[in-house]
């Protein structure tokens, strides 16, 4: 699998993208190639304003104050790098070869680290009392490790492909229910991965 080509990106980026490929693929002239990239500027700045607007009234409703336009930033560059850590880590571990338990564990605590502040920023709502799971047991071993590297790649996918599809400004209560049970999976098991790589490491030592 081609994990790099795994990343989700906004509308506005792939629209800057297709400007770029065809100022490249024809000869332009100045003017239509500063045409096409004030399209493009004008198509990022929209999508960020209406998303900022989104997120202004969830902090709105919630109680919460906060810059959108600095959160709206901080999900962006933690939803990208998110699944470029996740992709090189299942790439770096998908192999047959000994896992890298450092690369594992260090790995794991980015992951954990983005997908807690990015729950934080889409201001998710808290799982209710009957939807609080206990803790699952510890990885104690390689091959249950790689069965939960596998599942964290599955989910982180999942996450990011919902979060793509329908976009801050276009989520709905379903839609911010799963984003949230998905982000505290991600939460648990990168946890869970970072304790059972390092122990591992202590004990190979």
Same mark, same amino acid.
């Given at each position: 699998?081609?994990?790099?080509?795994?990343?989700f990106v906004g509308a506005a980026a792939l629209l800057i993208?297709?400007?770029?490929?065809?100022a490249q693929g024809q000869q332009m002239s100045a003017a239509e190639r500063a045409a096409r990239e004030?399209?493009?500027?004008d198509a990022a700045e929209t999508e960020e304003r209406e998303m900022?607007?989104?997120?202004?009234e969830r902090y709105h409703r919630s109680g919460e104050r906060r810059d959108p336009h600095l959160a709206f930033a901080q999900i962006r560059e933690d939803?990208?790098?998110?699944?470029?850590?996740?992709? @090189?880590?299942a790439r770096a571990t998908s192999g047959g070869g000994d896992l890298d338990l450092k690369l594992v564990a260090k790995s794991a605590a980015e992951i954990r680290k983005l997908a807690e502040r990015l729950k934080l920023n889409l201001v998710l709502p808290e799982a209710a009392e009957d939807e609080k799971r206990p803790s699952p047991p510890a990885l104690t071993d390689v091959a249950q490790l790689r069965t939960a590297l596998s599942r964290l790649d599955g989910i982180v996918l999942r996450f990011a492909n919902?979060?793509?599809a329908k976009g801050v400004r276009r989520l709905d209560a @379903?839609?911010?229910g799963r984003l949230r049970l998905d982000l505290e999976a991600i939460v648990s098991l990168s946890g869970r991965l970072k304790k059972g790589?390092?122990?591992l490491g202590e004990a190979n030592r």
């Open positions: 699998m081609n994990y790099p080509s795994r990343l993208a297709a400007c770029v490929q065809g004030r399209m493009a500027n900022a607007l989104a997120l202004l939803f990208l790098r998110l699944q470029v850590v996740n992709n @090189d880590l919902s979060l793509h @379903d839609s911010y790589s390092e122990k």
